[in-house]
């Protein structure tokens, strides 16, 4: 990235300060948050997105939460936290990274039984700290291993934003993309643009031209005509909950390429940290699907595009089986079919 580049979260002293992804790319604007209600906000309202960026940013939002629980008495403290803790889990319910983070930092009151107030404030910070700065190192070693998979002379196609604004630095998906340019600058990118939102058509033309690496926006409706006429060699998408056994949730849309790449015979995978799979959770169906305001399928920047009065579905996410996903990049390495296996193995590593 050029010297120029913002961080999408970070701390100012005791502040968060997060790049309000809303208005990018026209504006960079950032959000000082001095209590976790606004690092909330933040998260609901889409300020902040992706994955691994929500994991982070719940994560900084205990840390200022704890320095503003107004009370000297362990006890009394933990009640408190662990209620901000489920307040926090619930800013956006299908990805996995949020209420993974969420209870690595609460289980540091289960792990100081018998520290005070302060022990306690400054040892969540510290693991605030550690989610930050492991989510940088993990996106670094995804896309290390993910460029092994990417041929060479490339014509990747993305979806959505997987990037350095939905991590904490760097990304997942185009993780994997930089690492491929890299060693082979001959690559080359097609972004979707991701509607409703249009994360890829804002973020990710933003993110890969700023890098310096090419980069074509696309219509979503025009993926099949580019299989059709073999453009497209591999696809790379991030992920924003992994079953066990490998069924995935990532933006609406996400499914419809899977279907068009596995007939069109082209390989298909995702990156994603380790935090992003959910062992808990079986198989997709049981994923919760995020439901957004229509407003934001009827609405474009507040301006109606569709008549008065009419109804619109705009679920965030959508399910992609595993059977239809060749491959998910963690920084541990390529998991293989079969998932189950591979997933519990690499869990443990």
């Known amino acids: 990235m050029p010297e120029k580049w913002l961080p999408p979260i970070y701390w100012d002293g005791d502040a968060v300060m997060i790049l309000d992804q809303r208005v990018l790319p026209h504006r960079e604007r950032t959000l000082r948050c001095t209590n976790p209600n606004q690092v909330i906000s933040a998260i609901s309202t889409m300020a902040i ?23 000297s008495d362990p006890k009394t403290f933990k009640r408190k936290f662990s209620a901000l803790c489920e307040k926090v889990k619930r800013a956006r319910p299908t990805g996995r990274n949020l209420s993974w983070a969420v209870e690595r930092v609460c289980a ?27 989510d940088i190192v993990d996106n670094q070693a995804i896309g290390s291993y993910g460029r092994k ?8 196609l993305t979806y959505c934003n997987a990037g350095a604004l939905a991590t ?25 643009e991701t509607r409703p939102f249009l994360q890829g058509c804002r973020l990710t033309v933003y993110e ?19 299989m059709c006429q073999k453009k497209v060699d591999v ?60 407003r934001e399928v009827t609405h474009f920047h507040g301006r109606p595009v569709a008549p008065g009065g009419a109804q619109a579905l705009n679920p965030a996410f959508d399910v992609t089986p595993h059977s239809l996903i060749t491959g998910i990049i963690t920084e541990k390495g390529l998991v293989n079919k079969p998932y189950s296996k591979a997933i519990r193995k690499v869990l443990e590593d």
Do not use: W
């Not at 998979?149 to 990747?156: E, S």
């Open 235 to 294: 696809v790379v998408v991030g992920a924003d909950r992994i079953a066990a056994n490998g069924d995935t949730a990532n933006k609406i849309g996400t499914y419809m390429i899977a279907v068009l790449a596995h007939h069109h015979k082209i390989p298909f995978y995702i990156a994603a940290p380790r935090s992003t799979i959910d062992p808990t959770i079986s198989d997709g169906e049981a994923i919760p699907i995020e439901q957004r305001d229509p």
């Open 208 to 226: 890969l031209m700023r890098a310096g690496i090419p980069v074509t926006l696309i219509t979503d409706n025009s993926v099949g005509s580019l």
């Open 49 to 71: 997105r992706g994955a691994p960026a929500i994991g982070v940013a719940g994560a900084m939002a205990l840390a200022l939460g704890a320095r503003n629980l107004s009370t």
């Open 108 to 134: 540091v009151l289960g792990e100081n039984p018998n520290a005070t107030v302060a022990e306690l404030e400054a040892n969540i910070r510290g693991m605030a700290d550690t989610i930050l700065n492991k």
């Open 168 to 192: 904490a630095d760097y990304g997942t998906a185009l993780g994997v993309i930089r690492a491929a340019y890299d060693v082979d600058p001959s690559i080359q990118v097609y972004s979707c």
């Open 149 to 156: 998979i990417i041929p060479r002379g490339a014509r990747i």
